[in-house]
Nanobody, 115 residues
Framework: VQLVESGGGLVQPEGSLRLSCAAS????????MNWFRQAPGKQREVVAT???????TYADSVKGRFTISRDNAKNTVYLQMNSLKPEDTAVYYC??????????WGQGTQVTVSS
């Protein structure tokens, strides 16, 4: 199983980035897909989730600014991040989960929001 994130980088405050996570080795459509992030010195936290049925949930801190989506034909989940703030700076991780106890992580991609 592989989850490969891309799209991170350095962006100015109020800028935008789109993260992608390409999955292989799993039946992608059957998994909940999540984006987590971890800032230095802080615990990893969930940012957004999209269920296998397409239901989306967000952390309060990103509601209205971030959008999660998935393309089952491409085995890819996306995180569109707009109006970025310095406090969004973190390593962002893709996660695939389903109720049978299968839980997979990507290697993470750095997002830095700074002027």
């Amino acid at each position: 199983v592989q989850l490969v994130e891309s799209g991170g980088g350095l962006v100015q405050p109020e800028g935008s980035l789109r993260l992608s996570c390409a999955a292989s080795g799993i039946i992608f459509s059957g998994y909940y897909m999540n984006w987590f992030r971890q800032a230095p010195g802080k615990q990893r936290e969930v940012v957004a989730t999209i269920t296998s049925g397409g239901i989306k949930t967000y952390a309060d801190s990103v509601k209205g600014r971030f959008t999660i989506s998935r393309d089952n034909a491409k085995n890819t989940v996306y995180l569109q991040m707009n109006s970025l703030k310095p406090e969004d700076t973190a390593v962002y991780y893709c996660n695939a989960w389903r109720m049978l106890g299968q839980n997979y992580w990507g290697q993470g991609t750095q997002v830095t929001v700074s002027s």
